[in-house]
């Protein structure tokens, strides 16, 4: 049998779920079909670039509006968002971030916000 992984949702909406790993602390995001997992130092350089996106960032036509394309060098994969998504993707991880720390202060953690 595999390892069975047990995730804490930590923030969600319709189009976006946030959670946690409780057996290898790996962060997940789910926003409409892609799915991302990150390290803890992952998640905060992800919301760290998305908080740095300006308006001259969105350059790429689409349908749903002018988006912002990132990703890094290494990878041939791009994720695309236009300036309304990466305002909810912010919100949704500060949300995240804040009730993973009420939960470390209440089973006696450090919490490394």
Not at 37 to 47: H, I, T
């Amino acid at each position: 049998m595999g390892d069975l992984h047990q995730s804490t949702i930590l923030a969600e909406s319709n189009s976006l779920q946030i959670s946690k790993c409780s057996c290898c602390s790996r962060y997940n995001l789910n926003y409409r079909n892609l799915f991302v997992d990150f390290s803890k130092k992952e998640f905060r350089l992800f919301q760290k670039m998305l908080e740095s996106l300006k308006p001259l960032n969105y350059t790429v036509s689409h349908p749903e509006g002018l988006k912002a394309v990132i990703g890094n060098a290494k990878s041939n994969y791009h994720m695309a968002f236009t300036a309304t998504e990466v305002q909810h993707i912010l919100i949704k991880i500060n949300q995240a971030l804040i009730l993973e720390s009420a939960f470390d202060l209440l089973s006696g953690n450090d919490s490394q916000l």
